[in-house]
């Protein structure tokens, strides 16, 4: 697999400290494309973890100032 260059400007990785595995963080697959339920979960790989856009959780993303953001593993949303 080719590696892709991402540039995090403007985007954030949500991530948590585990006492056990460390950091963990969060990663959502689309799987539309195979007709499958999209999937949202947890990887300790930074390289498989899903780039939001700056301020997702506040102003124009709170309560549907925005279509959702496109969130995409291995590249930042909206790419």
Do not use: C, Q
């Not at 780039?51 to 593993?73: N, Q, S």
Request: hydrophobic residues 40%; negative net charge.
């Amino acid at each position: 697999m080719d590696e892709v260059l991402r540039d995090p400007t403007g985007y954030v990785v949500i991530s948590a400290e585990h006492p056990a595995l460390g950091r963990v963080y969060w990663a959502y697959f689309d799987e539309s494309e195979v007709n499958a339920p999209d999937y949202y979960g947890l990887t300790l790989d930074l390289n498989r973890a899903s780039w939001a856009p700056v301020g997702w959780r506040t102003g124009e993303y709170l309560m549907g100032g925005v279509e959702k953001p496109t969130l995409i593993p291995g590249k930042p949303a909206d790419l």
